[in-house]
């Protein structure tokens, strides 16, 4: 048995990737060719739960005003308007989310800037690129 050339002590690997923020947190993203099994973005899909949940509660009755869903959850009235307003999403979208497959310029900062109430113009605007 013949040996070859001598195995390195040292290799070296090059993986290429970015560092993004979902939802607070710093996430790896390997390039597209990269196929890996997609994740539901969990501060995306929570805040999601919350603004249906915060909705059902004031269709119901539950509560009458937003002021006082806000006071009764301990948030800011601001914070559950822009929260709440996730319920205004496209029906494909929301789902997309749920299944972690929106692309990685959806994230939960992102919509909470806000985005156009017309389901159409939300597939424009909110997975294009912000200049």
């Given at each position: ?42 501060a995306?899909?929570?805040a ?16 009458t005003?937003?002021a ?23 029906p ?10 929106q ?27 912000r200049?």
């Amino acid at each position: 048995m013949t040996r070859g050339a001598p195995i390195p002590k040292t290799m070296t690997l090059h993986v290429p990737f970015r560092i993004v923020k979902r939802g607070g947190r710093k996430e790896m993203q390997l390039p597209t060719e990269a196929s890996l099994p997609r994740q539901a973005d969990n501060a995306l899909v929570k805040a999601l739960a919350r603004a249906f949940r915060w909705k059902r509660m004031l269709d119901s009755g539950e509560f009458t005003t937003i002021a006082e869903l806000a006071e009764r959850e301990g948030i800011a009235v601001s914070y559950l308007t822009r929260v709440l307003r996730l319920t205004l999403l496209a029906p494909d979208i929301v789902e997309a989310i749920l299944d972690g497959k929106q692309g990685p310029e959806v994230t939960l900062a992102r919509l909470m800037d806000g985005f156009p109430e017309e389901w159409a113009r939300q597939h424009l605007d909110t997975f294009s690129e912000r200049g």
